[in-house]
C-alpha cells in the first residue's frame, strides 16, 4: 500500500450509496471519485479514510454553474473516464480504504491536468468556507 499522499489527485472507483426511486431504497455503486485528502492520525493505510469528490455524468438536473467542474473529452478519455462527467466539488464525503479499488487508479488528474485539480481544490475549498460561515452566522442571529 503507497503512501496516502500519493493518491491525492487520482481517480478511484469506489463504492458509493445513492438513493434508487424506483426501487425506493438505497443502493451500493461503484463510481468513480477524486481523493483530495486523508485523514491525518492513521497509522495503517488499509484502515485509512479518504476524502473524496464524486465524478458524476449529471444526467437528472442541470450542472452548478460554479460548482460542478466539467471535464473535456480529451482529458477525459486520458483519464479513464468513458461519459461526459464533471467533478462535484460541492460534494464532499469520505471514503473507507477498503470501499475502493486503492490499488488500481483510474487516472490521475494532478498529473494530467494539474490547473484543473487547483481549481478543483480551490472550489472545495470555497465551498466549504461559505457553507460553514453562513451556518455559523446563522447560529448567531
Not at 473516464?81 to 464533471?86: F, G, P, S
Not at 487547483?118 to 461559505?130: P, Y
Amino acid at each position: 500500500m503507497s503512501n496516502p499522499l500519493n493518491n491525492v489527485g487520482k481517480i478511484f472507483t469506489s463504492l458509493e450509496s445513492y438513493h434508487d426511486k424506483r426501487a425506493g431504497r438505497i443502493k451500493v455503486k461503484a463510481r468513480p471519485v477524486l481523493i483530495i485528502g486523508f485523514e491525518d492520525d492513521c497509522s495503517n493505510p488499509m484502515t485509512i479514510d479518504y476524502e473524496i469528490l464524486p465524478i458524476s455524468t449529471i444526467k437528472q438536473k442541470l450542472p452548478h454553474p460554479k460548482h460542478d467542474l466539467h471535464i473535456d473529452s480529451d482529458l477525459r478519455l486520458k483519464l479513464g473516464l468513458n461519459q461526459d462527467c464533471y467533478i462535484r466539488t460541492h460534494k464532499t464525503t469520505w471514503s473507507n480504504v477498503k470501499h475502493m479499488r486503492i490499488e488500481s487508479p483510474i487516472g490521475d488528474l494532478k498529473s494530467e491536468d494539474f490547473e484543473l485539480f487547483k481549481e478543483t481544490i480551490t472550489l472545495n475549498r470555497e465551498w466549504v468556507v461559505e457553507r460553514t460561515n453562513y451556518r455559523l452566522e446563522e447560529a448567531h442571529q
